[in-house]
């Protein structure tokens, strides 16, 4: 099987503009490339949520990735607008996926529960959120990792679904 393919947009209005380093990006594409993804993308964009849902809407429908993740922008600012440009943009959420990120999150640092990220998908493309500091991302690739390559499996009825372990789903539409 191909390596699954992968976006990874980081939102960061002092990172854009060259003001900080941006860590948390290039973290996680490390982290996906060890694990055998393809990482086609990685930009750095300002917390602009009109960039934000063209960039969502190219990556799941245009160039049709497997996985999008965005890192920053899921806080309390005003200026923080990740998850509802990302509500915007799904299809279905699904919601088990922010959940385990703020539970686990919180398990080590308490103010873990104000990140307001979401996760779902759009087509064959599962997009989910994850906080800006580059531990807080890089927890929550380490978390999700083993469940992504299974929901992209059901989702792009490539395997068995869920529940239904060893269940092969083109077996079964015939």
Not at 99 to 115: D, H, M, N, Q, Y
Not at 127 to 136: E, Q, R, V
Request: charged share 30%.
């Amino acid at each position: 099987m191909a390596p699954l393919r992968l976006g990874i947009i980081i939102l960061s209005d002092k990172a854009s503009q060259g003001e900080r380093e941006d860590l948390s990006g290039p973290l996680l594409r490390d982290l996906a490339v060890r694990g055998g993804w393809n990482v086609e993308k990685l930009e750095v964009l300002p917390d602009d949520p009109e960039r934000l849902e063209q960039l969502l809407l190219d990556y799941s429908d245009k160039l049709g990735l497997d996985l999008i993740l965005t890192s920053g922008g899921t806080g309390l600012s005003s200026r923080d607008t990740t998850p509802e440009v990302t509500a915007r943009v799904l299809e279905k959420e699904i919601p088990g996926i922010a959940e385990i990120l703020r539970i686990k999150g919180f398990e080590k640092k308490k103010t873990a529960v104000l990140s307001r990220g979401r996760a779902g998908f759009r087509g064959r493309s599962l997009i989910i959120n994850l906080p800006g500091s580059p531990a807080a991302a890089a927890e929550g690739w380490e978390i999700l990792q083993p469940v992504i390559p299974h929901a992209l499996e059901v989702l792009q009825g490539r395997g068995a679904e869920c529940g239904l372990p060893g269940v092969n789903l083109q077996d079964r539409q015939r």
